[in-house]
């Protein structure tokens, strides 16, 4: 099984940038695809954005796109989201996963849950 850690959140001004870490740990990014999702208080968790391991190829929720860009270094075991443009909207808790199946944009299909890491962006 994998493990993942996530790290680099923080409190940031609308407008300003983060970029938030996922170490992986185990059997490293053998699933279909990792991907981050976001919690925010009293809503249900969100798919942000994942990566297919085959090829890299890059998928984003629309609210996000265009500001955020989802990587991975393989020889370091991390995914990275690297987000620009930050809205007061952008504020949850980011958690990575990885998913076995095809569905990589459903938190349903994905497991292996990081504890999460605060993103908070103040207006």
């Known amino acids: 099984q994998v493990q993942l850690v996530e790290s680099g959140g923080g409190l940031v001004q609308a407008g300003g940038s983060l970029r938030l870490s996922c170490a992986a740990s185990g059997r490293t990014f053998s699933g279909y695809a990792m991907g981050w999702f976001r919690q925010a208080p009293e809503k249900e968790r969100e798919f942000v954005a994942a990566i297919r391991r085959s090829d890299g190829s890059t998928t984003y929720e629309d609210s996000v796109k265009g500001r955020f860009t989802i990587s991975r270094d393989k020889a370091k075991n991390t995914m990275y989201l690297q987000m620009n443009m930050l809205k007061p909207e952008d504020t949850a808790v980011y958690s990575c996963?990885?998913?076995?199946?095809?569905?990589?944009?459903?938190?349903?299909?994905?497991?292996?849950w990081g504890q999460g890491t605060q993103v908070t962006v103040s207006s």
């Open positions: 996963a990885v998913t076995y199946s095809l569905r990589w944009t459903q938190p349903a299909a994905f497991t292996s």
